[in-house]
């Protein structure tokens, strides 16, 4: 069964509350993310034969909430070539790490440590025995250039894994392109022709329905190089959004913009496609804006059901009916958890009064309103428990057969359960049971009373508590 949220009502001169648990809608985090301090994406090193290259540096973000121990390992991909035949070893790269100010376990890499010399596989980090997560973890490169190593651009890769050391199935990870740009004079660094990334320089967008700040996510891109002709870039959501449960999110969740742009033509907001989308067209001499942004942000979740969804966004720039990939970046959307009771009664001041009642007046009717908000996806049922018999402060009771409980739709979905007048029992009863889908809702209770002719004057009061309940 899932979790309570409960509403406290009381009758007469009681004030009406609710009090109502949200959990966290927790989906298990264990990632690792692997970024240089420059150079984009790739760890980029430009030396002449022969030579040291100027250190550079990556930091490592792990992301966990499995509180369990675990691991860094590094391993050799592809070795550094310039597909021509021609390699750099592997053991003229050597590493050591930076402890930041937020590190808590151990750091396995000496000083000057050589890259893949001894094993494939090396250990870099054991973290604390909890498993905290971790953004302070830096690895230095260093490269010391073979003499002989022919002129060229050469390439490889390193993968980094994280791995529980108690049990279970944990493990992420990321990769790292090494590029090593070899000549008799030191290459300058070429910045590509149009550049796409997040503000941060993270490789993800990341939108969250329950943080307001992260509702919408800016994008900057850069246009580094000019243009002959027209030109436009485009975008292409490559896979639906889906949810580690399989849920898949509509496009029309997720809206796009173009902002801050002057020389050109953007996009106006509207929602994402699962076609491809011109976001960007420059003027018919190629002339554009240095740079504009691209802004993701969430549209309407009410019918969405809880959970992280993840996709990816291809961009491209199209000129002259040729397509140039510009890269791509990670979309992720959690929807929050949504399980909410929210009740109203007739009185503004959320109050019910049955007041200096007397015998033979006419009956007394107070209402509540009841609303379920959900997006859980499971069907629900909603309860109420009267703790006692309407009583006066001298302990004068009404019979229960006075006090009567109906109910009416509001654009109901679920299943209603007193359509006609019924006593209020003391204890626990079932008023209302969602749709399967669990979908959210909204009915009525009428509460109606009618004086015993031997009644004794006076304000009567009970206590009943709502209950919101998976099932």
Same mark, same amino acid.
């Given at each position: 069964?899932?979790?309570?949220?409960?509403?406290k009502?009381?009758?007469?001169?009681?004030?009406?509350?609710?009090?109502?648990?949200m959990?966290?809608?927790?989906?298990?985090?264990?990632?690792?993310?692997? %970024?240089?301090?420059?150079?984009?994406?790739?760890?980029?090193?430009?030396?002449?034969?022969?030579?040291?290259?100027?250190?550079?540096e990556?930091?490592?973000?792990i992301?966990?909430?499995v509180?369990?121990?675990?691991?860094?390992?590094?391993?050799?991909?592809?070795?550094?070539?310039?597909g021509?035949g021609?390699?750099?070893?592997?053991?003229?790269?050597?590493?050591?790490g930076?402890?930041?100010?937020?590190?808590?376990g151990?750091?396995?890499?000496?000083?000057?440590?050589?890259?893949?010399?001894?094993?494939?596989?090396?250990?870099?980090?054991?973290s604390?025995?909890?498993?905290?997560?971790?953004?302070?973890?830096?690895?230095?490169?260093?490269?010391?250039?073979?003499?002989?190593?022919?002129?060229?651009?050469?390439?490889?890769?390193?993968?980094?894994?994280?791995?529980?050391?108690?049990?279970?199935?944990?493990?992420?990870?990321?990769?790292?392109?090494?590029?090593?740009?070899?000549?008799? %004079?030191?290459?300058?660094?070429?910045k590509?022709?149009?550049?796409?990334?997040?503000a941060?320089?993270?490789?993800?967008?990341?939108?969250?329905?329950?943080e307001?700040k992260?509702?919408?996510?800016?994008?900057?891109v850069?246009?580094?190089?000019s243009?002959?002709n027209?030109?436009t870039?485009?975008?292409?959501?490559?896979?639906?959004?889906?949810?580690?449960?399989?849920n898949?999110?509509?496009?029309?969740?997720?809206?796009?913009?173009?902002?801050?742009?002057?020389?050109?033509?953007?996009?106006?907001?509207q929602?994402?496609?699962?076609?491809?989308?011109?976001?960007?067209?420059?003027?018919?001499?190629?002339?554009?804006?240095?740079?504009?942004?691209?802004?993701?942000?969430?549209?309407?979740?009410?019918?969405?059901?809880?959970?992280?969804?993840?996709?990816?966004?291809?961009?491209?720039?199209?000129?002259?009916?040729?397509?140039?990939?510009?890269?791509?970046l %990670?979309?992720?959307?959690?929807?929050?958890?949504?399980?909410?009771?929210?009740?109203?009664?007739?009185d503004?001041?959320?109050?019910?009064?049955?007041?200096?009642?007397?015998?033979?007046d006419?009956?007394?009717?107070?209402?509540?309103?009841?609303?379920?908000?959900?997006?859980?996806?499971?069907?629900y049922?909603?309860?109420?428990?009267?703790?006692?018999?309407?009583?006066?402060?001298?302990?004068?009771?009404?019979?229960a057969?006075?006090?009567?409980?109906?109910?009416?739709?509001?654009?109901?979905?679920?299943?209603?359960?007193?359509?006609?007048?019924?006593?209020?029992?003391?204890?626990?009863?079932?008023?209302?049971?969602?749709?399967?889908?669990?979908?959210?809702?909204?009915?009525?209770?009428?509460y109606?009373?009618?004086?015993?002719?031997d009644?004794?004057?006076?304000?009567?009061?009970?206590?009943?508590?709502?209950?919101?309940? %998976?099932?």
């Amino acid at each position: 069964m899932g979790e309570k949220i409960k509403s406290k009502l009381g009758l007469a001169i009681l004030m009406l509350a609710a009090f109502w648990v949200m959990p966290k809608y927790a989906f298990a985090a264990f990632t690792i993310n692997v %970024e240089p301090y420059r150079g984009g994406s790739e760890l980029v090193f430009t030396v002449r034969p022969g030579t040291t290259a100027e250190p550079r540096e990556v930091k490592i973000k792990i992301n966990t909430d499995v509180n369990k121990r675990y691991e860094v390992k590094q391993v050799i991909v592809d070795v550094v070539d310039n597909g021509r035949g021609d390699r750099i070893p592997w053991r003229n790269f050597s590493l050591y790490g930076l402890r930041g100010t937020n590190t808590y376990g151990t750091f396995h890499v000496a000083a000057d440590a050589p890259v893949g010399v001894v094993s494939s596989i090396d250990r870099l980090y054991t973290s604390a025995a909890n498993g905290p997560a971790e953004s302070g973890l830096i690895l230095v490169y260093i490269l010391n250039l073979p003499s002989e190593t022919p002129a060229g651009t050469y390439r490889g890769r390193i993968k980094f894994i994280l791995n529980s050391l108690e049990g279970g199935q944990n493990q992420a990870y990321d990769f790292l392109n090494f590029v090593v740009n070899v000549g008799t %004079e030191p290459t300058p660094e070429v910045k590509p022709l149009i550049e796409i990334a997040t503000a941060t320089g993270a490789k993800t967008i990341r939108l969250n329905s329950k943080e307001e700040k992260r509702q919408s996510e800016d994008i900057l891109v850069k246009i580094n190089g000019s243009f002959k002709n027209q030109f436009t870039i485009n975008q292409l959501v490559i896979k639906p959004l889906i949810s580690n449960e399989g849920n898949q999110l509509d496009y029309k969740a997720i809206n796009i913009q173009t902002q801050e742009v002057d020389k050109a033509e953007g996009i106006s907001k509207q929602p994402l496609s699962e076609r491809s989308l011109t976001i960007y067209k420059s003027d018919v001499n190629g002339q554009a804006d240095n740079e504009f942004i691209i802004t993701y942000s969430l549209g309407d979740l009410s019918q969405a059901k809880a959970g992280r969804y993840t996709s990816t966004i291809q961009y491209y720039y199209t000129e002259l009916g040729k397509h140039t990939p510009l890269g791509t970046l %990670e979309l992720e959307v959690e929807n929050e958890r949504i399980f909410d009771l929210v009740i109203t009664a007739q009185d503004q001041k959320g109050m019910i009064e049955f007041r200096d009642l007397k015998p033979r007046d006419l009956p007394k009717t107070s209402e509540v309103i009841i609303e379920v908000k959900s997006n859980i996806g499971k069907q629900y049922q909603v309860s109420q428990n009267v703790l006692s018999d309407l009583t006066d402060k001298e302990g004068n009771v009404i019979p229960a057969k006075y006090f009567k409980l109906r109910m009416e739709d509001i654009d109901t979905k679920g299943t209603l359960k007193f359509l006609q007048a019924e006593e209020v029992k003391k204890g626990d009863t079932v008023l209302f049971i969602s749709d399967n889908k669990g979908s959210g809702d909204k009915f009525k209770l009428i509460y109606e009373l009618t004086c015993p002719k031997d009644l004794k004057a006076g304000d009567y009061s009970t206590r009943i508590t709502y209950s919101l309940l %998976e099932i």
